[in-house]
């Protein structure tokens, strides 16, 4: 079982008490602000989320991580990696993603996060692209993406909701050449 650690994240595998804290982190309206149409998720979209992630895991060898702060144990979210079905123009592609808990904005662990997501991805998995994507306006995971070294590839519209959304983009050649 896969887990990442930075000097302030456990990136891991989810468990069933993740269940609640990531469920209030879905039931804020701001958090979902950017996601899909903003509409929040209840206990059981995210049970069901859940689920669907860690299947992710054992059909592509990768998924999303539980985002969990090393001081005090606290679910702060997720990262990690995911194809991005819900996109059709970007496949074949892998989707570097996060969404914390808003008590965690504002601290660098997003981008702590993501980071240890990216390299994994690159370095563990052998990806040669991966992709990010956010609506536009979405200025502080655009902030995200950028530190990450992607950078704008395309703009087009999320075709369930009908919001723009711009395509970020790294690959393998890229990341290395920025990590030496």
């Not at 990136?11 to 979902?32: C, F, G, K, N, T």
């Not at 679910?75 to 990696?81: E, I, K, M, R, V």
């Not at 990806?127 to 950078?151: C, F, H, P, W, Y």
């Not at 369930?160 to 050649?173: A, I, K, M, T, W």
């Amino acid at each position: 079982m896969v887990t990442l650690e930075t000097p302030r994240l456990i990136l891991r595998r989810w468990r069933e008490e993740d269940i609640e804290p990531m469920a209030a982190v879905h039931a804020d309206p701001e958090v979902m602000r950017w996601i899909r149409d903003g509409s929040v998720l209840d206990e059981q979209q995210t049970r069901d989320r859940i689920r669907a992630w860690e299947s992710e895991w054992e059909s592509q060898g990768f998924g999303l991580f539980a985002v969990e702060i090393r001081s005090t144990g606290a679910l702060a979210g997720f990262t990690g990696l995911s194809v991005p079905h819900f996109l059709p123009e970007v496949l074949p592609a892998v989707e570097a993603g996060w969404r914390l808990g808003r008590s965690h904005w504002g601290q660098g662990l997003a981008t702590e996060a993501a980071a240890a997501a990216v390299r994994f991805g690159f370095e563990e998995r052998g990806l040669e692209r991966l992709v990010s994507i956010a609506q536009v306006g979405n200025d502080a995971s655009e902030r995200i993406m950028t530190k990450l070294g992607m950078r704008p590839v395309r703009e087009t519209v999320h075709p369930s909701c009908g919001r723009r959304v711009r395509v970020f983009e790294l690959s393998s050649d890229q990341y290395l050449t920025t990590t030496r």
